[in-house]
């Protein structure tokens, strides 16, 4: 009654607004949703309920339920709780079902990760003074529409690389970070806590690698933040980065570098001493007894291999061996997986580190370079987590607007190019399910601050979210962009900074479906095509082929083209600036009205569907004078494309 009451007093449009999924909200979208009438409205007096396994969850659940509202929600038993949270073993590990109805919250997962998961739809259900500590003075209410609910994720890695060597972060700012990272179900934080500018956790065995004075986290810090995690359904993947990347190690302790002929200390570890790997032994140990996680990164990217080519202990390894340096970082690689595999982990590396069939099994793989060196990876047998600099390296600039922050590289990571991402390209076959996900990188040697840290992640976390749980036939960019609308009004009550220029957010001019030969493909040219510089972008939205896109023009009303660039881009497997974006430079005279788009691309037997994109052109004043499609930075970038 009182619902339809509200409804004769509210605008048309919000008494639809719950009509439809799409108008829940609710980020990443779920599996299947489906809508009844009324609600379920928490108080004061509703009780919390959990089976075995649940009680930190509930713990957690009812401070953050307190921390809105003020309220103190009493515990129950299962059967009678009003909010009943329990797990079903046979259910996904990270599946879960939501029943509401009007007296009761049934919450079913295939573990209590699942539960915490499960909560995060609920808080996304309700008023989004849920994320904030005012519900008092706003007057809101926490009510949760009738529904049944499942969902379960595509990929199992959904992740966030944050740099804390570079920049430091605080604890606070960490356990910021996996909050953000709960609401839209990230669940993997590769925290990269070493490099050449700092190391960060406290290693008893070896105090010199945190000295007084330099920001870093005591061993009961970490400990706190692995259990902040967990409970958020969050797993913590150290990476201790060696053997390059470890000027931090060599300065604490120079005996592990590589000395050089002419007496130097190179800032790589010496793979070739024992001492390197006793000392990553204990370290590794240490670490084991804080972090959890069944995966361990130990880095590999980057080796300057040069060091090892004048230092007396690697030149007779490799002569002995008949060596070259590569192999030399192999042998390495080899001996930490070993060490790891003592102390129950497997190794992750970046890709770098695969050589082949001289990888030992079970490495697993985080692919930078692009998705290509990933993808070999996974035809050999390897999992991989798909992280192209390209496309997801979230310390670049979110569009190519002079307003961005300072970023580290001139290339832009945009928004569409997260919701698109798909880490197992079509052309993996039977090899795409060693493909176990995807992440954002934030690298730190730019990001001065933790907001600025959020901002970088914010929203491109919950696009990459959504690539990563719904299934692909669920993507729709519109929508999704529609659905941003609520989730940046929760960002700021949860006070989350986040990047949000409508002018530089990419436009779905259409959605087409391929065919199988050479082909041409002509669209209206929407409105937004304008005199000056326009871009197309061109991305794989679902089905078992893929397509090579081979030029975009602009045609005006007669039909003429007035500008054109040709040049091949694969989807899927190439996410490179340069090969993703068709510049198009219309003439002054030029009118949308009546103009046409006409695409030709080389379709495979097998179709799937694409999604063409447009980013609107910026007034020329407000491009970055770095990055602007016409800079001098952006030209160059399009030649080298991944740095
Ligand atoms: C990397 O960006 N060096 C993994």
Same mark, same amino acid.
């Given at each position: 009654?009182?619902?339809?009451?509200?409804?004769?007093?509210?605008?048309?449009?919000?008494?639809?607004?719950?009509?439809?999924?799409?108008?829940?909200?609710?980020?990443?979208?779920?599996?299947?949703?489906?809508?009844?009438?009324?609600?379920?409205?928490?108080?004061?007096?509703?009780?919390?309920?959990?089976?075995?396994?649940?009680?930190?969850?509930?713990?957690?659940?009812?401070?953050?339920?307190?921390?809105?509202?003020?309220? =103190?929600?009493?515990?129950?038993?299962?059967?009678?709780?009003?909010?009943?949270?329990?797990?079903?073993?046979?259910?996904?590990?990270?599946?879960?079902?939501?029943?509401?109805?009007?007296?009761?919250?049934?919450?079913?997962?295939?573990?209590?990760?699942?539960?915490?998961?499960?909560?995060?739809?609920?808080?996304?259900?309700?008023?989004?003074?849920?994320?904030?500590?005012?519900?008092?003075?706003?007057?809101?209410?926490?009510?949760?529409?009738?529904?049944?609910?499942? $969902?379960?994720?595509? !990929?199992? #890695?959904?992740?966030?690389?944050?740099?804390?060597?570079?920049?430091?972060?605080?604890?606070?700012?960490?356990?910021?970070?996996? $909050?953000?990272?709960?609401?839209?179900?990230?669940?993997?934080?590769?925290?990269?806590?070493?490099?050449?500018?700092?190391?960060?956790?406290?290693? =008893?065995?070896?105090?010199?690698?945190?000295?007084?004075?330099?920001?870093?986290?005591?061993?009961?810090?970490?400990?706190?933040?692995?259990?902040?995690?967990?409970?958020?359904?969050?797993?913590?993947?150290?990476?201790?980065?060696?053997?390059?990347?470890?000027?931090?190690?060599?300065?604490?302790?120079?005996?592990?570098?590589?000395?050089?002929?002419?007496?130097?200390?190179?800032?790589?570890?010496?793979?070739?001493?024992?001492?390197?790997?006793?000392?990553?032994?204990?370290?590794?140990?240490?670490?084991?007894?804080?972090?959890?996680?069944?995966?361990?990164?130990?880095?590999?990217?980057?080796?300057?291999?040069?060091?090892?080519?004048?230092?007396?202990?690697?030149?007779?390894?490799?002569?002995?061996?008949?060596?070259? /340096?590569?192999?030399?970082?192999?042998?390495?690689?080899?001996?930490?997986?070993?060490?790891?595999?003592?102390?129950? =982990?497997?190794?992750?590396?970046?890709?770098?580190?695969?050589?082949?069939?001289?990888?030992?099994?079970?490495?697993?793989?985080?692919? #930078?370079?692009?998705?290509?060196?990933?993808?070999?990876?996974?035809?050999?047998?390897?999992?991989?987590?798909?992280? /192209?600099?390209?496309?997801?390296?979230?310390?670049?600039?979110?569009?190519?607007?002079?307003?961005?922050?300072?970023?580290?590289?001139?290339?832009?990571?945009?928004?569409?190019?997260?919701? !698109?991402?798909?880490?197992?390209?079509?052309?993996?076959?039977?090899?795409?399910?060693?493909?176990?996900?995807?992440?954002?990188?934030?690298?730190?040697?730019?990001?001065?601050?933790?907001?600025?840290?959020?901002?970088?992640?914010?929203?491109?976390?919950?696009?990459?979210?959504?690539?990563?749980?719904?299934?692909?036939?669920?993507?729709? #960019?519109?929508?999704?962009?529609?659905?941003?609308?609520?989730?940046?009004?929760?960002?700021?009550?949860?006070?989350? /900074?986040?990047?949000?220029?409508?002018?530089?957010?990419?436009?779905?001019?259409?959605?087409?479906?391929?065919?199988?030969?050479?082909?041409?493909?002509?669209?209206?040219?929407?409105?937004? !095509?304008?005199?000056?510089?326009?871009?197309?972008?061109?991305?794989?939205?679902?089905?078992?082929?893929?397509?090579?896109?081979?030029?975009?023009?602009?045609?005006?009303?007669?039909?003429?083209?007035?500008?054109?660039?040709?040049?091949?881009?694969?989807?899927?497997?190439?996410?490179?600036?340069?090969?993703?974006?068709?510049?198009?430079?219309?003439?002054?005279?030029?009118?949308?009205?009546?103009?046409?788009?006409?695409?030709?691309?080389?379709?495979?037997?097998?179709?799937?569907?694409?999604?063409?994109?447009?980013?609107?052109?910026?007034?020329? $004043?407000?491009?970055?004078?770095?990055?602007?499609?016409?800079?001098?930075?952006?030209?160059?970038?399009?030649?080298?494309?991944?740095?």
């Amino acid at each position: 009654g009182l619902t339809v009451l509200a409804c004769l007093l509210l605008p048309l449009t919000m008494c639809l607004s719950l009509a439809t999924a799409a108008d829940l909200a609710i980020i990443p979208a779920p599996s299947k949703v489906k809508q009844a009438k009324g609600t379920f409205k928490l108080s004061s007096k509703s009780t919390l309920g959990g089976g075995e396994g649940t009680d930190a969850l509930l713990n957690w659940i009812a401070s953050d339920i307190n921390k809105a509202s003020g309220w =103190k929600l009493q515990r129950a038993e299962l059967a009678g709780a009003d909010l009943a949270f329990s797990v079903n073993p046979e259910l996904e590990e990270e599946a879960y079902s939501l029943e509401i109805t009007s007296n009761k919250v049934q919450v079913i997962g295939g573990s209590s990760k699942a539960l915490s998961l499960a909560y995060q739809t609920l808080r996304q259900l309700t008023s989004l003074y849920i994320y904030g500590k005012e519900m008092g003075s706003r007057k809101a209410s926490f009510e949760f529409p009738c529904l049944t609910l499942q $969902d379960r994720p595509r !990929f199992a #890695w959904r992740g966030i690389l944050v740099d804390v060597s570079r920049h430091f972060q605080t604890k606070e700012e960490m356990l910021r970070v996996l $909050d953000s990272m709960a609401m839209v179900k990230l669940n993997r934080l590769h925290w990269h806590l070493t490099d050449d500018q700092g190391w960060r956790p406290e290693i =008893k065995a070896y105090p010199k690698l945190t000295p007084k004075g330099k920001p870093h986290y005591t061993q009961e810090d970490l400990k706190e933040i692995v259990a902040y995690a967990a409970v958020r359904g969050i797993t913590i993947v150290p990476e201790l980065d060696t053997p390059g990347h470890s000027a931090a190690i060599v300065r604490a302790y120079p005996e592990l570098g590589t000395k050089q002929a002419d007496g130097k200390i190179g800032r790589v570890l010496n793979p070739a001493k024992e001492e390197t790997y006793e000392f990553l032994e204990t370290v590794y140990r240490e670490m084991a007894a804080i972090f959890p996680s069944e995966r361990f990164h130990i880095g590999a990217d980057e080796v300057g291999m040069g060091a090892w080519k004048k230092n007396k202990e690697c030149q007779a390894l490799m002569k002995k061996n008949q060596w070259k /340096p590569h192999d030399l970082q192999t042998y390495f690689v080899g001996r930490c997986q070993k060490i790891l595999a003592k102390q129950g =982990k497997k190794t992750m590396a970046w890709d770098e580190a695969f050589s082949g069939e001289k990888t030992a099994e079970g490495l697993v793989i985080s692919s #930078w370079r692009g998705v290509e060196p990933g993808m070999e990876a996974a035809k050999a047998g390897h999992q991989v987590v798909m992280c /192209p600099v390209s496309a997801l390296y979230y310390d670049r600039a979110n569009s190519r607007s002079k307003a961005n922050p300072a970023a580290y590289s001139v290339n832009t990571v945009n928004l569409h190019l997260s919701y !698109f991402f798909e880490p197992a390209s079509p052309l993996l076959g039977d090899a795409a399910s060693n493909v176990i996900g995807a992440q954002g990188c934030v690298w730190g040697e730019k990001i001065r601050s933790g907001d600025h840290l959020h901002r970088q992640i914010m929203l491109r976390g919950a696009a990459l979210a959504e690539a990563l749980w719904s299934d692909r036939s669920q993507l729709d #960019w519109n929508d999704f962009v529609a659905r941003l609308a609520t989730h940046r009004a929760r960002l700021d009550v949860a006070t989350y /900074p986040y990047w949000w220029e409508e002018t530089t957010v990419a436009k779905q001019v259409a959605v087409v479906e391929t065919k199988n030969g050479k082909q041409q493909l002509e669209l209206p040219a929407t409105s937004d !095509f304008a005199p000056g510089l326009n871009e197309v972008t061109l991305h794989y939205l679902k089905g078992p082929g893929v397509v090579t896109v081979l030029k975009v023009e602009l045609l005006d009303q007669q039909g003429k083209v007035v500008a054109e660039d040709a040049h091949p881009y694969q989807l899927t497997v190439d996410p490179r600036r340069s090969a993703q974006f068709y510049l198009l430079k219309a003439p002054d005279n030029f009118s949308a009205k009546n103009s046409k788009l006409r695409i030709s691309y080389q379709g495979g037997e097998q179709s799937c569907s694409m999604a063409i994109l447009q980013l609107p052109p910026l007034p020329l $004043d407000d491009y970055s004078p770095r990055s602007g499609p016409d800079s001098a930075g952006n030209r160059a970038a399009q030649k080298q494309p991944d740095e």
